[in-house]
């Protein structure tokens, strides 16, 4: 796809959903299934926690939308088949796009003292 298509595709999509937002970032370190998802969500976003039926509604959605990929686990016959994630090419774009946007927003908020700076900024 062309770079002007790329960029007019990730606008497109945001701005990201917040839920939308914490699973991409969640994957954003490598491929996950559904459950490590959830742990990673809960560990590094101040305690949102997830539906698990919300989280697969969103994860479909998310495919459907280009932004990640599902590949299967081969499990031994006892065992069900686990799902992995893992961002496509676009999927990366549009969490990084988000990202800017997010600190973007954070910065105003800072420039605005809602937000106090981190330590060590002045």
Do not use: C, M, W, Y
């Given at each position: 796809m062309p770079a002007d298509q790329t960029a007019t595709r990730i606008a497109s999509l945001l701005p990201l959903l917040p839920r939308d937002y914490l699973?991409?970032?969640a994957?954003?370190?490598?491929p996950r299934h559904g459950?490590?998802?959830?742990?990673?969500?809960?560990?590094?976003?101040a305690g949102v926690l997830f539906d698990p039926a919300n989280l697969y509604r969103s994860l479909r959605k998310?495919?459907?939308d280009g932004l990640?990929?599902?590949?299967?686990?081969?499990a031994p016959v006892s065992r069900p088949i686990r799902r992995r994630y893992k961002l496509t090419p676009l999927g990366r774009a549009v969490?990084?796009?988000e990202a800017h946007r997010l600190a973007t927003l954070a910065d105003a908020a800072r420039a605005r003292r809602?937000?106090?700076?981190?330590?060590g900024v002045e």
């Open positions: 699973i991409l970032f994957l954003v370190d490598g459950h490590g998802i959830l742990k990673s969500v809960e560990a590094g976003s998310l495919h459907r990640l990929i599902e590949a299967t686990d081969r969490v990084t796009a809602l937000v106090p700076a981190p330590q």
